[in-house]
Nanobody
Framework: QVRLVETGGGSVQAGGSLSLHCSLS????????VGWFRQAPGKERDFVAA????????NYADSVKGRFTISRDNDKNTAFLQMNSLKPEDTAVYYC?????????????????WGQGTQVTVSS
């Protein structure tokens, strides 16, 4: 059974940084594309970033380009989301997801497996 666990959330002031980790167990991590999504209170879940299984292609939402970086270490079964220059509007629960087909899609429906989420709070 594939299981995803996000860690690294927390509270930070605007302009600060956080690094999120997504660990996968019960499956072959190197066969999955990984995506990050977020959901702010009262809003729908939105795409943040995604990376192909080999890490050769990445995809970002316009709102995070230049501030967030997605990466992965297949030997450690872990994906990362480095978030810099954080803004209050980045406050949300952040979810990682795995896609067995390996596309770095921005569409929720493409992903078969999801983590429980980790809270990120950015204060002004």
């Amino acid at each position: 059974q594939v299981r995803l666990v996000e860690t690294g959330g927390g509270s930070v002031q605007a302009g600060g940084s956080l690094s999120l980790h997504c660990s996968l167990s019960g499956g072959t991590f190197g066969r999955c594309a990984v995506g990050w999504f977020r959901q702010a209170p009262g809003k729908e879940r939105d795409f943040v970033a995604a990376i192909t299984r080999g890490g050769d292609r990445v995809n970002y939402a316009d709102s995070v380009k230049g501030r967030f970086t997605i990466s992965r270490d297949n030997d450690k079964n872990t994906a990362f989301l480095q978030m810099n220059s954080l803004k209050p509007e980045d406050t949300a629960v952040y979810y990682c997801a795995a896609d067995l087909y390996g596309f770095a899609s921005d569409r929720e429906g493409q992903y078969e497996f999801w983590g429980q989420g980790t809270q990120v709070t950015v204060s002004s």
